[in-house]
């Protein structure tokens, strides 16, 4: 859908998705996907399980290549950015938690693609990390094994790898999964500040009882676009309450169902 793209004038456009197509194989994950978004956004995207939420994100990150349609993200493909451009944080049940690292190493591998090979740490990568460990309030567990922490604690360490990593576009998928309320609270701080500086956050959620505090802008997709707008307006539309429904019933929402175009706030967020 081109809701965005004669309102946003392109040097305030950060990503713009295009017409794709994901398969795996035979699946379809995402079919004619279209959403611009600008600079200093919080973007909200939910949807049921297998609506290719967590599929769009690693397709802006460059992870995955669409079968049909175009990303630019600052204009040019992902893959083209300069190393560390795009931080990108996994739902926690796709890490490896057996790596030998502890929680400083952990953050200090945000660093990693900036340096040359066989580069050291300068004094401005220890900042950095440091930085990080302390905004996400790692610091009593900086020396612990990735492992031995809480599901809490592990999402707050990748999530300061990414912050480490000093993004221009920041990925969530799913962050505050299986966290306590300290550690979203923490979380939804850390995004609403990186908005204000000018960053765009791309985050996949399941919760939307805090969709106006955490998003400017909310998308519901179910292998499309069905919604977009802003929080409050997406969600009062029923559009993901009856997809929800419906996927319940029957597997995912049809292919030809209506898009609901609500109005976009594009004035700053609350927050900001």
Known sequence: MEALAESVPAAQVAVEVRDVVVRYDRVLALDGVSLTVKRGTALGIVGPNGSGKST??????????PDLGTVRVFGDAPGKLRPGAIGYVPQIEDVDFNFPAN???VVSMGRYPRLRPLQAFSAADRHAV???ITALDLEKLAGR???ELSGGQQQRVFVARAIAQEPELLLLDEPTTGVDAATEEALLHIVRDLVRTGMPVLMTTHDLDRAVDWFDRLVVVDRRVLADGDPETVLNSGTYASIREHTHTHGHARSDAPVAHVPHDHGSHPHG
């Open 145 to 147: 094994h990735i492992s």
């Open 56 to 65: 769009l994100l690693k397709t802006v990150a460059g992870l995955i290549r």
């Open 130 to 132: 440091d930085a990080a």
């Open 103 to 105: 929680v400083r190493d």
